[in-house]
């Protein structure tokens, strides 16, 4: 349970006793806590087991390497729930950037890396065909070095607007590669399912530099044609 105090107690997020705390585009909200069901899917497995070697692979670590970890943490702040500026731990630094890393298949770091600039995208040019089955969904930038991890929230119904917490990343694009390989029918239809003419469903993008820091994300939606 998190909790940001002011003169008063102003937000809260996280579960108490029976209930849920948290915040949404109209403010913060609290609704009864509920134990969701466990489906051990392949891709919860294999979030399971990267966080597995990311906290075996902290601890096989020397200590002059955690020390470098923990020395870093002030040039990698974060933004937290509440919007506010944080410092990780040395441990949470380690997993945070080499969980990036893991996306687009860059080995662990040992040693803790030098703050990197960041691609960062404008928007997204979509388009998804059925008759075709074709997806193509390619970040907008000004630069072409770059690696982005791409989201989608799947079919969703017609006034959805608000996906931040059903966005799942199912694959990644290479900038430094021409437009073709951008094609992500397989990948989606493989995370998603078949989608059909008509439905709506919502992408977003971010890339991640060698130091696995991600950029700000950029989000939008298609029709499916």
Not at 45 to 71: C, K, M, P, V, Y
Not at 72 to 81: E, I, L, M, N, Q
Not at 164 to 169: F, S, V
Not at 212 to 218: I, L, M, T, Y
């Amino acid at each position: 349970m998190l909790i940001k105090f002011g003169a008063i107690v102003t937000r809260g997020s996280g579960k108490l006793g029976g209930h849920v705390f948290s915040t949404n585009r109209g403010g913060a909200y609290i609704r009864t806590n509920q134990t969701p069901s466990n489906p051990q899917t392949p891709f919860q497995q294999s979030g399971r087991a990267i966080f597995t070697e990311l906290t075996q692979g902290w601890s096989a670590l020397t200590q002059n390497e955690r020390d470098s970890w923990s020395n870093a943490t002030s040039s990698f702040p974060v933004t937290d729930r509440f919007g506010d500026s944080r410092e990780l731990s040395g441990k949470g630094l380690y997993i945070s950037l080499n969980k990036e890393r893991k996306l687009i298949d860059l080995p662990f770091l040992n040693l803790a890396p030098s703050p990197q600039g960041l691609v960062v995208p404008t928007g997204l040019d979509m388009a998804m065909s059925v008759a075709v089955q074709q997806c193509q969904i390619i970040p907008i930038t000004q630069e072409s070095d770059y690696v982005a991890v791409i989201k989608s929230s799947g079919v969703v119904s017609a006034g959805t607007s608000f996906v931040k917490n059903k966005l799942r990343a199912f694959s990644t694009f290479d900038g430094n590669l021409p437009p073709d390989p951008a094609d992500v029918w397989v990948e989606y239809v493989a995370r998603f399912g078949t989608p059909q003419v008509g439905d709506k469903v919502f992408f977003s993008a971010y890339t991640i530099n060698s130091a696995g820091q991600r950029s700000p994300e950029v989000t939008d939606f298609l029709i499916v044609e």
